[in-house]
């Protein structure tokens, strides 16, 4: 087969187009162009799993008049026009797209040269550039169960072999001598996702002398360019050899494993990990956008798998719980149980399977 995959701006697209092109290498001859642009976290992660990645000009849609919103005809112009060119030369059988802003052009790119459209939507509420493609695919994937697609098919979260299907007790004590982590004191993880949360790491660090004390150690995701911020905030700490801060972990599943409950956003590929692998979480949902956020936590909070807790709110709710949340053992024991019943572990393998139907046609 012969694909042109799209997708950027966030691990949340980024992770999911990986995983699906891994799924479909394995499966036989593949030839792959991923689009994406300059500015995003594809520019790293897509070159680093050994795949070209064909660049096209950033050209977001403009979300309020003003300056940008006059210079974005051309801009639009010009990334369609790159990804037709792309597709010209390539001749792909299909393109797939996962959404965020560089999808857009490439599904324009598509429906104006005839090749089939595959979409996947990893929210539960689509966003603007998936809406434009489904309404033109051969064939459209999501993530979540009533995400509101025409002729939308349940696939779940393409995601590493890894983190869909972890044996968390196995790796555990190898994640705990990797990430310096203490055997016998409980371990909170705290991850805002790659770009990292200013709010959640400063609820966090202010919820932190209230878990020291009481014998836990953190292990803090803070976001590129965010875990200093952090450090310094917890340095003077009694216990502060026990809360472990790092900026990214490309392992994500050390953490998971290593980790007796999770704080962290609700991106659609953060609430698919933490059902995967069973582990109880609190999910604060960004409360910026279409509020996907808070729909692609409902199927695992109604399942009993996680806590859900506004924004505004986490400060106070983390300094009155999160400790005692901690060291509940028969709590967490129900929650991990409640949150693998909502998993969807063979995400990539059953969008693979989509595309290949329409490849064949």
């Not at 594809?42 to 795949?51: F, I, N, Q, T």
């Not at 009533?146 to 890894?162: D, F, H, N, S």
């Amino acid at each position: 087969m012969r694909l042109v995959l799209a997708g950027g701006g966030t691990y949340g697209h980024v992770g999911p187009l990986l995983a699906t092109a891994r799924e479909l290498a394995r499966r036989g001859d593949l030839e792959l162009r991923a689009v994406g642009t300059a500015e995003g976290i594809e520019a790293e992660l897509v070159p680093a799993a050994g795949m070209e990645l064909v660049v096209i000009p950033r050209a977001p849609l403009p979300r309020r008049p003003g300056a940008y919103a006059l210079r974005f005809p051309a801009l639009w112009r010009r990334a369609v026009k790159s990804a037709g060119q792309l597709l010209s030369e390539f001749e792909p059988q299909a393109v797939v797209g996962f959404g965020g802003y560089v999808a857009t052009p490439v599904y324009r790119a598509a429906a104006k040269a005839g090749v089939p459209i595959v979409v996947h939507e990893a929210n539960a509420r689509p966003g603007l550039a998936n809406r434009w493609g489904a309404a033109r695919a051969a064939g459209v994937a999501v993530a979540f169960a009533g995400t509101e697609l025409p002729g939308a098919k349940l696939v779940g979260m393409p995601l590493r072999a890894q983190l869909a299907r972890p044996d968390r007790d196995a790796l555990r004590p190898e994640a705990q001598e990797l990430l310096g982590l203490a055997p016998d004191r409980p371990t909170l993880l705290v991850a805002g996702g790659s770009l990292g949360a200013v709010g959640l790491n400063r609820a966090a660090a202010a919820a932190a002398p209230a878990l020291l004390a009481a014998g836990a150690q953190v292990l803090h995701l803070a976001g590129r360019g965010k875990a200093e911020a952090v450090r310094t905030a917890v340095a003077d700490l009694d216990g502060a050899e026990h809360y472990h801060v790092l900026e990214y972990l490309d392992r994500m599943e050390l953490a998971l494993a290593a980790a007796d409950l999770a704080v962290g956003r609700a991106g659609a590929g953060t609430v698919s990990e933490l059902a995967c692998a069973g582990l109880p979480s609190v999910l604060v949902p960004l409360p910026v956008g279409n509020g996907e956020q808070r729909f692609n936590a409902a199927a695992l909070v109604g399942a009993g798998g996680a806590e859900l807790v506004a924004d505004v709110d986490f400060p106070d709710w983390a300094a009155a719980n999160l400790t005692e949340l901690l060291f509940d053992q028969d709590r967490l024991a129900a929650m991990a149980k409640a949150a693998a019943t909502v998993a969807i572990a063979d995400g990539a393998e059953r969008l693979a399977d989509l595309i290949e139907e329409v490849v064949r046609g």
